[in-house]
């Protein structure tokens, strides 16, 4: 097998025509194909089939996470449009759900298009809008001040002036539809600037379905970041730097998937939090006492590789080491990077979209069916399946 950090994105790759691409969700939501692939072998369903696929016994977990109206849009002086897409806070709180609660000015890491356009100027969207000014610039990124006088927190503005951030590709501006259309049935908690597609299928039908066949479910939050779209530009992986999104996972939940044998992720972001948590595990019980709990994205490969925990042993330590400090919940970060030559820990099915050609998310589909995801994108793209965010669903299983 090649080395991990020798893998290249570029051969892990296909043809997805533009029309393909689905620029709209379907209503109603559970009405998406879904392609079910189990020992070898293809099957075409409905999302809305799920409940009777699922194994028995089996732990169905989500990802709680809410997208925020992370896109500005603003006129400057000069009448030239600025985009703002705000990525993650960075004072005076760093922690998301205190960020949207900050009064009267805060500074954000933020994506700023046309940004040649914007110099000492300060910018606001419209009345009752924060004002915003460049603080400075970190290679790609730029850093915002967003300051106003109304006594009202910062994400109830930031829902006023911004729209729910659709990926670029979509090449449209967001509209009602997306509003609800682009939010989970279950989203939560207030901090994604992208939406874990996967689970946009889900309905209060399908939701009951599970429910009615015994199939418990747990949750656990990350919030998605930008980082999500963006593709892998280096010849190879070891010079791919992953993003870091933080995650909470509930101690019921971590609980929940030591008794369950078999762990079912809705969704590439609910597979990074769950084998996450194993190398959390792994690092208390080599460490005893870890200064941080930060999965590191090259920790699978190269962590102590001679000690092999099993997931019952590595989650029980996790959930003792939050017991002995009185923690209910978990918040850490990951920049876990799951790529061919990963061996999975935790999760042994995967619900997931049909994902962008080169992008990190594909090389985990790669890592999770082998060279089997040829195969299975092959037959999605011959059979008229939607990609992308908004595009039809898969059932993969190791």
Not at 220 to 236: C, I, N, R, S
Not at 279 to 290: A, S, Y
Not at 344 to 350: E, H, I, P
Not at 373 to 382: E, I, M, P, R
């Amino acid at each position: 097998m090649i080395p991990v950090r020798s893998i290249r994105a570029a051969d892990y790759t296909y043809h997805l025509p533009a029309e393909r691409i689905a620029l709209h969700g379907l209503q109603p939501r559970d009405e998406a194909k879904m392609l079910c692939y189990r020992k070898g072998q293809l099957e075409e369903k409905r999302f809305y089939d799920l409940p009777e696929l699922v194994l028995p016994g089996s732990l169905l977990v989500f990802n709680e996470t809410r997208v925020i109206h992370a896109r500005i849009m603003v006129l400057n002086k000069n009448g030239a449009w600025i985009e703002v897409f705000l990525l993650e806070p960075v004072s005076p709180h760093p922690e998301m759900s205190l960020a949207l609660r900050q009064q009267g000015s805060c500074i954000w890491r933020c994506y700023v298009g046309n940004a040649k356009k914007w110099k000492d100027e300060i910018l606001v969207p419209k009345s009752g809008s924060p004002a915003m000014e460049l603080v400075s610039r970190d290679e790609a990124f730029y850093y915002v001040r967003f300051e106003w006088k109304e006594p009202v927190p910062f994400g109830a503005l930031l829902h006023s002036a911004g729209q729910i951030p659709l990926p670029p590709y979509m090449k449209r501006e967001a509209g009602q539809e997306d509003e609800t259309r682009y939010q989970t049935v279950f989203a939560r908690e207030e901090g994604s600037v992208a939406a874990p597609t996967a689970s946009l299928h889900f309905t209060e039908p399908v939701l009951d379905g599970l429910k009615a066949r015994h199939i418990e479910t747990a949750s656990v939050v990350l919030h998605v970041g930008a980082g999500t779209f963006t593709p892998v530009k280096t010849e190879t992986l070891g010079e791919h730097e992953m993003h870091e999104e933080k995650i909470s996972v509930p101690l019921v939940t971590i609980r929940k998937l030591i008794q369950h044998p078999h762990i079912i992720a809705a969704g590439t972001t609910s597979l990074r939090t769950l084998e996450s948590l194993y190398w959390m595990g792994k690092k208390i019980l080599l460490e005893k006492e870890p200064t941080d709990l930060v999965t590191d994205q090259w920790m699978p490969y190269d962590y102590h590789p001679e000690f092999t925990p099993t997931r019952e042993e590595s989650l029980q330590a996790l959930a003792g080491w939050m017991e002995r400090r009185g923690m209910e919940r978990l918040d850490a970060a990951t920049r876990l990077l799951i790529v061919p030559g990963y061996e999975f820990r935790v999760v042994n099915t995967l619900i997931t979209n049909f994902h962008q050609p080169g992008s990190t998310l594909l090389l985990l589909v790669a890592a999770f069916l082998g060279e089997a995801w040829k195969t299975v994108y092959d037959y999605a793209l011959t059979h008229e399946f939607r990609f992308l965010s908004y595009g039809d669903a898969s059932l993969l299983s190791r």
